[in-house]
């Protein structure tokens, strides 16, 4: 399994976690139906450019990145998506779209909603599209020190506007 990274980093910081597979969905609300988790539960990675240089950002499954927001909150000049051939071979160990929220093993920086550091667990994509990490946020948190910042709107909002 494309874990072994990942599992071998939470093992070796003596993390508590539990490995959650899934029948194969490819959309973070579809794995969050077949999970049984609330989209707003389970965080999603998106790869973005912030002024030309790569990072992840980390937000609630049911919420869309609002870029100007997020502009706004890290003094950038521009954000964009990154697309997949950007990313795709900075994580040889994942399945293309499939990254955990660890930048810190990718050499890239974290930024996370701020709604995610509500809720005492995180549940996010395990470098594959059938599986699942459940685990601490606190200890997420001291693992990847990610930036905590508000840069999400709801999907709901979002399609009314």
């Given at each position: ?51 030309g240089k790569m990072a992840m950002?980390?937000l609630p499954a049911s919420a ?21 051939a950007e990313f795709k071979d ?72």
């Open positions: 399994m494309p874990i072994t990274k990942l599992q071998r980093f939470l093992d070796d910081n003596n993390v508590l976690y539990t490995r959650i597979s899934h029948s194969l969905a490819y959309t973070s609300q579809g794995i969050a139906a077949l999970a049984h988790i609330p989209g707003r539960e389970l965080a999603k990675t998106v790869v973005v450019k912030i002024d950002a980390v869309h990145i609002d870029l100007i927001q997020m502009r706004a909150a890290v003094g950038a000049n521009a954000v964009e998506l990154a697309t997949e900075r994580f040889p160990d994942c399945e293309t779209g499939a990254m955990p929220p660890f930048g810190n093993l990718y050499e890239l920086p974290v930024f996370v909603d701020d709604s995610l550091t509500r809720d005492k667990e995180i549940v996010f994509n395990a470098c594959s599209h059938r599986e699942l990490i459940r685990m601490a946020y606190a200890d997420f948190e001291t693992l990847v020190k990610p930036k905590v910042l508000s840069f999400v709107r709801a999907k709901a909002a979002a399609s009314a506007a």
